[in-house]
């Protein structure tokens, strides 16, 4: 790839009261997986000038596993070959850390299998990287989000990535030819119902601080600031589109346990022999073997085998917000039994679910912003003037098909692509060739956001071999030529 100097220079502007003001040719909101991604893309291609800046109080270990698929990573290689490589070898690292939990080595690479109640198999899909490799033209990898964060922000140098700034609010400032983030500093973090992680820093220092509050000013803001983006309710607030300012539930939860202890020998054996095998982890749902049975609405249950050799499970839950609203512990372990009873799973799961322990119970409503657009209710774009959404801000959705970062990857490499282009032609101050770019990278991304959704609401990839190879086609094995214009 070649690396032009974009921009070795410095905005400045002189306000009204004669102070000099710095402006950062981009700022990135949200120091997640897609605005370091973005990040790394711009600097890698010489547009230097930009920073990062993240509401965490510091960066810590957050967050869950994550599968990166073919066109994750292939986005991520176009963006940067060392991101890629150094992703790459985090992920695999991971892979072969999963594999000890029991005497026996496995015969060959761990698959994530697919049964139904009677364990019967629906579908074996393998983990390895090679398998993917040979199938689409990349690998496939599973990284925790901290350690994809810690790998991605030790590409950037220290000084372009910031913690401890939230942003609360961004405002255009055409007389400056900008826009302004106004940032605190605190010790809070606001309450985050859609957030993945808890978000308060419990195990920071809380003696009680000034609150600090700064601006920052850009020519462009690429707001990467996740589900609950704060920028996106700032753009959409207050105007015909404030329904969207927020995402919406998706109609499912996660009701988990991370781990069982005390599982007797002989269940051990039995989930072993009827639907463990010789993988790590299974899902086991409703569907028969034949297509059209397959429905979005029954539970479905991953249960895994941690290396430790502790069992857990993920139940994915089609159930009424209203029906989770303060539930933990027994409660929920009573929902998570009701479901299955009514769902007929069979009494060797049944009997395993009602040893959890209360305490390890947890539940995870999942949220949206829908990418579809209706004619009853049209959607707003995913940019304004000088501020575009990206990642999780623009298209959050539940993470039933494993796309959300890798989709987020694609978003990051066709935006950075665009705003390439804004700095060799030196448009930053062109408001017109900063719409069509940020209107060329919905028109480019939208359609495929739409596309997954659907697959992630309804599940038809997986209703027969022929649909998951069209969808395996679709979404792995393209190629990026349309994101990299
Ligand atoms: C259980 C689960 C499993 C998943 N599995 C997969 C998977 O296998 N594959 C996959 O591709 N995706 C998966 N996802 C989805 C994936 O985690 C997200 O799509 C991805 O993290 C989105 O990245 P992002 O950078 O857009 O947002 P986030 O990862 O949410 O990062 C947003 C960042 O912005 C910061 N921030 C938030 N508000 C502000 C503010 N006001 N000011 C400053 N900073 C702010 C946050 O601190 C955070 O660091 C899964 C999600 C869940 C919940």
Redesign the pocket.
Do not use: K
């Given at each position: 790839m070649q690396i032009n100097q974009l921009n070795l220079r410095t905005n400045t502007v002189t306000s009204n009261s004669n102070k000099t003001m710095e402006i950062y040719d981009v700022v990135i909101?949200?120091?997640?997986?897609?605005?370091l991604a973005t990040a790394i893309g711009l600097h890698r291609r010489g547009i230097e000038n930009i920073l990062v800046?993240?509401?965490?109080r510091a960066f810590r270990q957050v967050?869950?596993v994550?599968?990166?698929?073919p066109n994750?990573l292939k986005a991520l290689k176009y963006l940067d070959e060392q991101a890629y490589e150094a992703v790459k070898k985090t992920g695999n690292g991971f892979l072969n850390t999963q594999q000890s939990h029991d005497q026996k080595p496995a015969k060959t690479s761990p698959t994530w299998v697919y049964k139904n109640l009677q364990g019967q198999l629906i579908r074996s899909i393998p983990l390895s990287f090679d398998h993917w490799y040979q199938n689409y033209g990349e690998g496939r990898v599973s990284i925790a989000?901290y350690d994809l964060?810690t790998g991605l922000r030790n590409l950037l140098p220290p000084e372009r990535v910031k913690a401890n700034?939230?942003?609360l609010n961004v405002v255009d400032e055409p007389e400056n030819n900008c826009v302004r983030i106004d940032c605190v500093s605190d010790q809070k973090i606001e309450a985050n119902p859609y957030a993945?992680w808890a978000e308060g820093d419990q195990n920071l220092d809380t003696t009680p601080q000034k609150l600090t509050t700064k601006s920052l000013r850009a020519k462009l803001i690429v707001a990467?600031?996740?589900?609950?983006?704060?920028v996106r309710r700032v753009l959409y607030e207050n105007s015909p589109y404030s329904d969207f300012a927020r995402p919406e539930y998706s109609g499912f939860t996660?009701v988990s346990c991370r781990e069982i202890t005390d599982v007797p020998p002989e269940l051990q054996t039995q989930l072993a022999e009827k639907f463990f095998e010789d993988s790590p982890i299974v899902t086991i749902s409703n569907d028969q073997t034949s297509p059209d049975t397959a429905s979005i609405d029954e539970p479905r249950m991953m249960l895994f085998r941690r290396p430790d050799g502790l069992l857990g499970y993920i139940l994915h839950l089609a159930v009424p917000l209203a029906s989770l609203q303060e539930k933990s512990g027994s409660d929920l372990l009573d929902l998570a039994m009701q479901q299955l009873e009514k769902a007929g799973f069979p009494d060797v799961i049944r009997e395993l679910v009602r040893l959890s322990p209360p305490s390890n119970m947890q539940q995870?409503p999942y949220y949206i912003h829908h990418a579809t657009t209706s004619d009853t209710k049209p959607q707003p774009a995913w940019s304004k003037g000088r501020v575009v959404l990206?990642?999780?801000?623009a298209h959050?959705m539940p993470?039933f098909m494993?796309?959300?970062?890798?989709q987020?990857f694609e978003d990051a490499l066709a935006v950075t692509t665009l705003i390439t282009q804004i700095a060799e032609t030196k448009n930053w101050d062109n408001q017109e060739a900063i719409a069509t770019a940020f209107e060329k990278y919905e028109n480019l991304r939208r359609p495929m956001m739409a596309y997954i959704q659907r697959a992630t609401l309804t599940k038809f990839p997986h209703s027969s071999d022929a649909e998951w190879n069209k969808y395996g086609k679709q979404v792995y094995h393209r190629n990026f030529d349309q994101l990299t214009p």
């Open positions: 909101v949200g120091a997640g997986p897609i605005g800046i993240d509401q965490t967050g869950q994550l599968d990166l698929l994750g989000w964060q700034h939230r942003c993945y990467a600031d996740g589900i609950n983006s704060t996660a995870r990206v990642g999780d801000a959050g993470p494993a796309q959300g970062a890798n987020g």
